[in-house]
T-cell receptor, first 115, second 111 residues
Framework: DVKVTQSSRYLVKRTGEKVFLECVQDMDHENMFWYRQDPGLGLRLIYFSYDVKMKEKGDIPEGYSVSREKKERFSLILESASTNQTSMYLC??????????????FGEGSRLTVL | GQQLNQSPQSMFIQEGEDVSMNCTSSSIFNTWLWYKQDPGEGPVLLIALYKAGELTSNGRLTAQFGITRKDSFLNISASIPSDVGIYFCAGLFQGAQKLVFGQGTRLTINP
């Protein structure tokens, strides 16, 4: 069964802390994405990556960075967490050769609370 | 960043009722997709549409790719409790891998 695994379901951090959100996929997908989900705003793209060591900014990259050192792993980093980064974070992956063009496979999400 | 206009934002219905939701955009898409997010889970693909005017069904779900290629519709017939969740539309441009999402429709069903 195909799987995208996010390292933590729930995190509570303090303002100013550095936060790492890890995502691993076992489908050998080329593309990986980090989204933020907030009520009424839907899914907003933070960063994405089409290949190892490549990254591109999405719609809301400010305050975030990413790392993709291996094909299966895509990490989201909050250098100095702020309260307005309290949110649900969703990782997803896709393949250029997938059956359905553009189909994303999502992890279960990581709910981050910044106090 | 660009987003699709999805409506309604929320729906409260009785079990057994039919549900309709839609998504509009100022841009033309080559593919429309509909996802469902169950509570506590990530979104999962329900239906994909590839051609203007296309009507596709998946069980009690029916989706349509608008003729103008700027909109899409999702209908759920005879709703059941497991239909509860958030439904997202998404559009894909030609040759792209980055989806544009709607704001979501939260469906609540009273038994």
């Amino acid at each position: 069964d195909v799987k995208v695994t996010q390292s933590s379901r729930y995190l509570v951090k303090r303002t100013g802390e550095k936060v790492f959100l890890e995502c691993v996929q076992d489908m050998d997908h080329e593309n990986m994405f980090w989204y933020r989900q907030d009520p009424g705003l839907g899914l907003r793209l933070i960063y994405f990556s089409y290949d190892v060591k490549m990254k591109e900014k999405g719609d809301i990259p400010e305050g975030y960075s990413v790392s993709r050192e291996k094909k299966e792993r895509f990490s989201l980093i909050l250098e100095s967490a702020s309260t307005n980064q309290t949110s649900m974070y969703l990782c997803a992956s896709s393949s250029w050769t997938g059956v359905v063009a553009g189909e994303l496979f999502f992890g279960e999400g990581s709910r981050l609370t910044v106090l | 960043g660009q987003q699709l206009n999805q409506s309604p934002q929320s729906m409260f219905i009785q079990e057994g009722e039919d549900v309709s939701m839609n998504c509009t955009s100022s841009s033309i898409f080559n593919t429309w997709l509909w996802y469902k997010q169950d509570p506590g889970e990530g979104p999962v693909l329900l239906i994909a549409l590839y051609k203007a005017g296309e009507l596709t069904s998946n069980g009690r779900l029916t989706a349509q790719f608008g003729i103008t290629r700027k909109d899409s519709f999702l209908n759920i017939s005879a709703s059941i409790p497991s239909d509860v969740g958030i439904y997202f539309c998404a559009g894909l441009f030609q040759g792209a891998q980055k989806l544009v999402f709607g704001q979501g429709t939260r469906l609540t069903i009273n038994p």
